[in-house]
C-alpha cells in the first residue's frame, strides 16, 4: 500500500529559519552544482531536516521528504500499478515524482530501510543519475536539478543497521552535530520568544545531558527537544515542569535517570 510511506511534498515559499554551524551551506551549494548527493549524518534533533528546507528554498527547488522505514519497498519509491474504478492505472512513487520535477529527494533515516530498497538510489547517486522504472519499461534521466539527499544518526549504527559501503560511496558526507551554545540559544529565542536567561538555562541544561550519552542514556537532549520546553515555558508552564515533560521524559524511562535529570533542573531553575 503506498499509504504505508510517509513522505511531504511541497515549495517552500518563505525562507526557513537556520543559523550555520559551519560550512555546510557552502559544502551543500558545491555539491549540488557538481551533481553529486549528499548523506547527512548527526544526532536526532539537530537541525538536518531544517537545513534541507532551507536549501531547497534557497534553491527555489521543490522537496519530498521520504521518512524510511523497515517496511519500504523499492515500489513505495519508485512507484506501482494500483486499481481504480475497475482500470488499472500507474502511481509514480515519491522519487520518481522528484525527478520528473527536478526535485530535492530527502530520505530521513536512510538506514531504517531495507538494505535491498536502498539498492534503487544507486544508479540516481552516481554518474550515470538514471532511475529505471522496471514495471514500465522505462529509464528517467535526472536533470541537472536534481538532487538526491539521504541523512541517518550514527548513534544508532549497528552491524544490522548500518549503510552499505556501495552506497556510502556515492555520496558527499556532511556530518552535523548540535549547534555551539550560543548560536543554540539563539535558535531557541527566535523559535519560541522566551527571554535570555530561560533559553541559557535550557542549554546549560542539554549540555549536562549531553554529557551522560552513553553513562545512562541513548541520547542527550537535542535542540529540538529544547524548542518544546521552551515553548511551554512561553505559554506559562513552570520552567521545571516544562522541561519534565519535553526533556526528561522523553528521554528515559529509567526511574532513577529521571529521578536525576529532574533533580538536575531543579538545580538550574
Known amino acids: 500500500m503506498l499509504n504505508a510511506i510517509k513522505t511531504e511534498e511541497y515549495v517552500i515559499e518563505e525562507e526557513p529559519f537556520y543559523l550555520p554551524s559551519g560550512k555546510e551551506i ?11 548527493p549528499v548523506i547527512m549524518k548527526g544526532p536526532t534533533g539537530c537541525g538536518k531536516t531544517r537545513f534541507m528546507q532551507y536549501m531547497a528554498w534557497r534553491f ?3 522537496l519530498i521528504t ?28 515519491p522519487l520518481t515524482r522528484a525527478v520528473k520535477a527536478g526535485g530535492f529527494c530527502y530520505l530521513d533515516e536512510i ?5 535491498d530498497t536502498t539498492v534503487v538510489i544507486h544508479p540516481l547517486a552516481d554518474d550515470r543519475r538514471i532511475l529505471p522504472v522496471e514495471k514500465l519499461g522505462e529509464i528517467l534521466t535526472a536533470p541537472p536539478e536534481f538532487l538526491l539527499s539521504i541523512s541517518y ?3 544508532y549504527q549497528s ?20 549547534p555551539d551554545k550560543r548560536l543554540e540559544k539563539d535558535i531557541i529565542m527566535h523559535e519560541t520568544g ?3 536567561l530561560t533559553a541559557e538555562k535550557l542549554v546549560n541544561f542539554a ?7 552513553d553513562r545512562g542514556l541513548v541520547e542527550g537532549a537535542s535542540t529540538r527537544l529544547l524548542i518544546h520546553a521552551a515553548k511551554l515555558i512561553s505559554s506559562g508552564i513552570e520552567p521545571r515542569t516544562a522541561c519534565d515533560v519535553s526533556i526528561t521524559e522523553p528521554l528515559t524511562d529509567d526511574h532513577e535517570m529521571v529521578t536525576a535529570l529532574s533533580e538536575l533542573v531543579s538545580s538550574i531553575f
Open 159 to 178: 552491524v544490522l543497521k548500518d549503510l552499505k559501503q556501495s552506497t556510502r560511496q556515492r555520496f558527499l558526507a556532511i556530518d552535523f552535530s548540535y
Open 111 to 115: 538506514v531504517e530501510a531495507r538494505k
Open 207 to 213: 549540555e549536562k545531558t549531553r554529557n551522560l550519552k
Open 60 to 62: 527555489k527547488r521543490p
Open 26 to 36: 557552502e559544502i551543500f551549494e558545491s555539491a549540488y552544482k557538481n551533481l553529486i
Open 194 to 196: 522566551v527571554d535570555d
Open 153 to 155: 544518526n550514527p548513534g
Open 66 to 93: 521520504i521518512s524510511c522505514h523497515d517496511d519500504l519497498t523499492a515500489s513505495d519509491l519508485v512507484g506501482r500499478y494500483l486499481v481504480r474504478g475497475g482500470e488499472t492505472v500507474w502511481l509514480d512513487g
